[in-house]
């Protein structure tokens, strides 16, 4: 009886856990067990494997082999084990020395004739990998790119089984991952190309500057797209940490491009008001795949024509815009996104949509019940909401307004000030921190807060409507270059809250 083993990476959502592979070569008829509770695509690969182990000059026990994954209770999904099993059972049969394969992690999809294959999630695993502690890593060579992005632990990139075989013999390299390529920001469509709309662009640049959701209604053909596109323009670019957050969960996605690795840039995700809640939120069978919600983290989530989505599909979205992430639970376990987006809403004002609201033809109640399918609850969850009105002839053809460079420069302004106020409690900005913190520790002045108590005298706002306006207040005083936000601020920071949904 001879024993092998061999180290690979489970993948659950976003998070990484190193797997113990062990081949035992006993007596008995040939054959191959495989226990650790594999999923359906793992267990095909015993029939993968053994092709791609004598495809590449090796040679297969001719005895029954057992592999056990550990930990057993984990499950394991995917093919992402399918090197780590063929070199674990070259290990039990002494074709491989033990001791190269204890400081090797190994990932990748083995092909018939015994090519390594891509597969998704290489960021996450090699994160994985190299947060447990392990020096070195070896993964497909299409994927290189973005496993190198990771610092603390050596990267190799192999195109078949026998390079693998080779490089652990100490007979031949492996690839290593180029230099991190300099990434130029994609040119997007101008903020100045938007005529008009005065309002709207200022919601617009208080949205990006405190991560704050926000609503567009107006007639069709207002802007309310336009404006919606030219947000991401005006963010700042990631931060290193968001950057790999964000390229972890492309990489699940499997939506990473070979030419940009890494994702820079505040993603820009428009489902179409179609999508069903799994396609949204996330989902499928198996493990869940990551939804548009958390392929929008850190970014932008535009919804358009968001009356015309199903309500089961628009409650969906409390729960992530409160916490921050999904966890969605299937077959082969409970998967763990992050989904920290700022959601953007576009809306016409009823179902016939005229130019101009005098010639509306619809019902009362059918102007109701178009934007009832908005529930109370998650309008409330709307920092910030605007009704578009058409723009007079003159402005059509006036002077075109601030250009996307000027805007981003005082939203990059606005979002350093707030970065540092909150660096000491780990929020980056003002829409993340929490409402307590609010009232307590950075509570603002009794003159600041009268339109807030007024309000809530009045029952125009909820509890949670007041922390969200005062979020925004301090948005508005980042602004305006202001140290802590006066009564002005809070002012038109609920001003905003009281528009758009007419």
């Not at 125009?460 to 601020?489: H, K, Q, Y």
Request: glycine share 10%.
């Amino acid at each position: 009886m001879a024993l092998g083993r061999a180290f690979s990476v489970a993948v659950t959502g976003v998070d990484g856990q190193v797997v113990e592979i062990e081949a035992d070569i006993g007596r008995g008829l040939p054959g191959v067990k495989m226990v650790g509770l594999p999923d359906t695509a793992l267990q095909e690969s015993r029939d993968r494997v053994r092709a791609a182990v004598t495809n590449s000059g090796g040679e297969w026990p001719d005895s029954k082999v057992v592999l056990a994954l550990s930990p057993a209770t984990l499950p394991k999904v995917g093919s992402v084990y399918d090197v780590a099993l063929a070199c674990s059972v070259l290990n039990a049969a002494k074709a491989l020395p033990l001791e190269a394969l204890t400081k090797t992690i190994l990932v990748g999809e083995l092909a018939l004739d015994g090519r390594i294959r891509p597969v998704r999630g290489v960021l996450p695993a090699v994160l994985a990998a190299a947060r447990a502690g392990w020096a070195r890593i070896v993964v497909p060579t299409a994927t290189m790119a973005e496993a190198g992005l990771v610092d603390g632990i050596d990267v190799f990139g192999a195109d078949s089984l026998a390079e693998v075989v080779l490089w652990l013999r100490g007979d031949g390299p492996l690839h290593r991952p180029d230099a991190r390529p300099v990434l130029q920001r994609p040119v997007r469509a101008d903020l100045s190309e938007v005529v008009g709309q005065l309002e709207a662009r200022r919601a617009i640049e208080v949205a990006a500057a405190g991560a704050h959701h926000l609503m567009l209604t107006g007639p069709p053909g207002i802007g309310k797209t336009m404006l919606a596109q030219r947000l991401p323009g005006i963010l700042p670019t990631l931060s290193e940490e968001h950057a790999l957050e964000v390229t972890a969960i492309h990489s699940v996605a499997g939506t990473l491009s070979a030419d940009r690795p890494l994702v820079l840039d505040p993603p820009f995700i428009a489902p179409h008001h179609t999508a069903s809640v799994s396609s949204l939120i996330g989902g499928g069978t198996g493990m869940a795949k990551p939804g548009a919600v958390s392929r929008a983290h850190r970014g932008v989530l535009f919804l358009d024509e968001v009356a015309e989505m199903g309500t089961k599909t628009l409650e969906a979205l409390r729960t992530p815009l409160e916490d921050g992430e999904v966890r969605i639970a299937r077959r082969d376990g409970v998967a763990r996104y992050p989904a920290r987006f700022q959601l953007i809403l576009a809306a016409n004002p009823c179902p016939c949509a005229p130019p101009r609201d005098v010639d509306c033809v619809c019902a009362p109640t059918a102007r109701r019940r178009y934007l009832g399918r908005l529930s109370g609850p998650l309008l409330d969850r709307v920092d910030l909401r605007v009704r578009m009105e058409s723009v007079a002839t003159s402005a059509l053809m006036g002077d075109t307004g601030e250009s996307t460079e000027d805007v981003r420069a005082r939203v990059a302004q606005a979002r350093a000030a707030a970065a540092d106020r909150w660096s000491e409690f780990g929020w980056s900005t003002n829409a993340e921190v929490p409402g307590p913190a609010l009232r307590q520790r950075f509570r603002l002045s009794p003159a600041a807060l009268k339109p807030v108590e007024w309000a809530l005298r009045k029952g125009a706002i909820t509890a949670r409507g007041a922390d969200r306006a005062i979020r925004v207040a301090w948005t508005v005083g980042d602004l305006a270059g202001l140290d802590r936000p006066g009564e002005t601020e809070v002012a038109a920071a609920l001003d905003f809250r009281d528009r758009g949904v007419a």
